[in-house]
């Protein structure tokens, strides 16, 4: 049973605040996933450009964007400590090899032009559309967040950490599915063409043989690359965050 004392605590300025910044955590993981599904990627996006044009949108979606994305860690950073299920610590050594795919995903993602990005839609017109990482998935970037909010979300334990990685898991899970409209929506066959011999989900299309994987493409520099800021990311982290992703 509760004691007095610990009732009265519940409605301490401290304990209060927590609260508060638990649910702004909460507000700012609907916003940010909010602007990207209801408004990216529908019918809704088409009118605001209809209205204020092309350019002018992509200008107040990236502000909106940074704004949610801002409130979402300084939100996640003030947040209650809520302990969930805890640190399965005997899967830190699974999380490392998660956690470099990541790396790869997302550096080779920058590295290779990509049909998916905003402005690439003229790869799709090239003999072979994909090349290097898209063999892979053709939305390297949105796994590699995928990976790396799965593990953080897994190994945190607690609910700030269940809500902010798991908006980003959310997003990034979902945001190909909106991403593979748009681009079907606007390119019509050339998108039809790229998507017959590409996949979402990583290696599907290869095990499903509509492509093969060409090691040579990935590109050494962009492999080179993200090993390097994996090496940098286990080393900064304590130095950062606090604790190290090393195992004990």
């Known amino acids: 049973m509760r004691t007095p004392e610990q009732v009265k605590c ?14 702004s955590l909460f507000a700012a993981a609907l916003f940010f996933d909010g602007i990207h599904f209801f408004i990216s990627g529908t019918a809704l996006r088409g009118k605001i450009v209809g209205f204020i044009g092309e ?33 399965p610590q005997a899967l830190r050594p699974f999380a490392l090899v998660v956690m470099l795919v990541a790396f790869i995903f ?11 990005a905003v ?15 898209q063999r892979i998935t053709r939305h390297p970037f949105l796994w590699g967040v995928a990976l790396w909010s ?12 269940l809500i902010f990685f798991g908006s980003l898991l959310i997003l990034a899970v979902g945001g190909p599915f909106s991403i593979d409209r748009k681009r079907e929506k606007s390119s019509g066959d050339a998108w039809k063409r ?17 492509n093969s994987l060409k090691i040579d493409e990935l ?23 606090g604790v190290s992703p090393l195992p004990a």
């Open 55 to 87: 350019k002018p949108f992509q200008g107040l979606f990236s502000l909106l964007s940074l704004i949610g994305i801002v409130w979402l860690s300084l939100a996640y950073g003030r947040a209650e400590y809520v302990p969930l299920w805890g640190e």
């Open 106 to 116: 997302v550096v080779l993602a920058f590295t290779t032009p990509n049909p998916t």
């Open 150 to 161: 799965l593990t953080h979300l897994v190994f945190n334990g607690d609910l700030a950490s």
């Open 119 to 133: 402005g690439g839609e003229a790869l799709l017109a090239e003999n072979e559309p994909a090349k290097g990482i």
């Open 10 to 23: 519940d409605r301490c300025p401290s304990v209060a605040l927590k609260r508060e910044n638990l649910a």
């Open 194 to 210: 790229f998507a017959t011999i590409t996949s979402n989900v990583p290696f599907l299309a290869l095990i499903q043989g509509r």
């Open 219 to 241: 590109g050494w520099r962009g492999v080179i690359l993200a090993l390097v800021l994996y090496a940098l990311f286990l080393y900064l982290h304590k130095t950062f965050f």
